[in-house]
């Protein structure tokens, strides 16, 4: 730790510690909600099946679980910690790229707004592979600029390895690996060394992939799988930049939005930075890349494939992760070292103001949120057993299981 400090500093010993407790902080007070229970319900059935039995997901971070949960780990926090692990890792893999490709004062300042983050610290929360995509996206667009940098075997399998996987996390890795492809082509277009390297890696990734792909066609195929997501448009595409900047962000069954009127004054300081650093990022490469093949390439790829394909699945909220370390890297950008005094004053106060909104937002939720009643009306309904049975009767499916996980553990697995 003292060679750290030395070559690092306190300033990111101290980030780590405040975002990792902030991870780990009370992470079984939270009843689990529907799909952390879907989640639980997966991971019950034999290894085997797993990837037959997941309805809308790749196998991977189930398979973690799984191995989690034969050591013995079953109550509600336990099955969280892989995921809060997941989330507090990510502090340091994530300064590290950052102090990578940009000074200390911009690292700090982007592994401060992550720490704090009440959109990671959520999803750090949860029983869902949300805080392994993060992970994982920040490291592949690390390796995927480092091989397209240096274009060498070992720049380009490192790159291969950690996009499958991704590719075996979720889904909309694949929008990542799209959209770096097309920019790696026209990036290498008049190189055919670094062109035939990108293309043989990409055709390793695919034949990896391979062995996914029918059971992701089962699963886009799977009817009414998506209805429960509106059709997207401007308001989808709207609602994306609060939920990255941890303004408004799903909850359980319910969502953890600012208050009016900070949310706007929070919305505002926020774009503000972010428009900084994007305008900064044209002249940073790595920033650049992060910007057009980490933000704006799969969300606008996923955006036009849900909105004009056979089915909806643009979710503003979770699956909009992916692209949150290329915000994060994109805001940093205003962070950087400048001479002009009175826009570091500027910044440092819109970001001052942003923080203490994330801040009040973690505040409601370490205390009055609640992401879904079920623990709390299996307890209450032990009084009054009749009345449970009374409920589900007339509830619907996704209550009734959620209910049941409580009520009768055994009965759910059945």
């Known amino acids: 730790m003292r060679s750290f400090v030395r070559r690092r500093g306190w300033g990111p010993l101290a980030l780590f510690i405040i975002g990792a407790g902030l991870r780990f902080f009370r992470l079984g007070r939270q009843s689990l909600w529907f799909d952390e229970i879907l989640t639980v319900h997966d991971i019950s059935v034999p290894l085997t099946q797993i990837h037959r039995t997941i309805l809308a997901s790749p196998p991977l971070y189930h398979y973690i679980l799984y191995a989690w949960t034969r050591l013995g780990f079953h109550s509600d926090g336990a099955l969280r910690a892989p995921s809060a692990f997941f989330g507090a890792l990510a502090l340091p893999v994530f300064y590290e790229i950052s102090r990578r490709y940009f000074d200390r004062r911009a690292a700090l300042w982007a592994t401060a707004l992550l720490a704090i983050s009440p959109f990671r610290i ?3 929360q ?19 600029h480092e091989a397209v940098e240096k274009s060498t075997p070992r720049a380009w399998a490192l790159y ?9 996390v979720h889904n909309w890795f694949v929008f990542l690996w799209a959209a770096q492809a097309l920019y790696t ?8 060394r670094r062109l035939s390297a990108a293309c043989l890696a990409n055709a390793v990734i695919v034949l990896a992939w391979l062995p996914w792909i029918p059971f992701l066609w089962k699963q886009a195929r799977m009817p009414h799988l998506f209805d429960f997501l509106p059709w997207p448009g401007w308001i989808q595409l709207r609602n994306t930049f609060p939920s990255m900047a941890g303004l408004s962000v799903p909850c359980g069954d319910g969502s953890l939005i600012a208050p009016r009127p900070w949310l706007g004054i929070a919305i505002f300081c926020s774009l503000i930075l ?6 900064k990022s044209w002249r940073h490469a790595f920033a650049r890349r992060a910007a057009i093949a980490g933000f704006f390439g799969p969300l606008s790829l996923a955006f036009v494939i849900s909105r004009y394909g056979p089915a909806s699945f643009y979710h503003p909220g979770r699956y909009t992760i992916l692209a949150l370390p290329a915000f994060l890297w994109i805001t ?5 070292n400048t001479q002009a005094a009175a826009w570091a004053r500027l910044r440092n106060a819109l970001a001052a103001v942003w923080i203490a909104v994330c801040g ?51 009965e759910f697995r059945r």
């Open 160 to 168: 291969a390895i950690v996009l499958i996987l991704g590719l075996y």
């Open 126 to 144: 949860e029983l869902r592979m949300y805080s392994l995509v993060f992970l994982l996206s920040a490291l592949c667009l690390w390796r995927w």
């Open 360 to 410: 009040a937002q973690l505040i409601r939720y370490f205390t009055v949120q609640e992401k879904a009643p079920w623990r709390r009306m299996a307890a209450a309904y032990r009084q009054n057993p009749s009345g449970a049975h009374a409920y589900l009767a007339h509830a619907g499916l996704v209550d009734k299981m959620s209910f049941l996980y409580y009520w009768q553990p055994k």
């Open 274 to 279: 972010f428009m900084a650093g994007l305008r």
């Open 332 to 336: 940093a950008g205003a962070f950087r």
């Open 185 to 192: 082509g026209w990036a290498c277009r008049a190189d055919r």
């Open 122 to 124: 959520l999803f750090s």
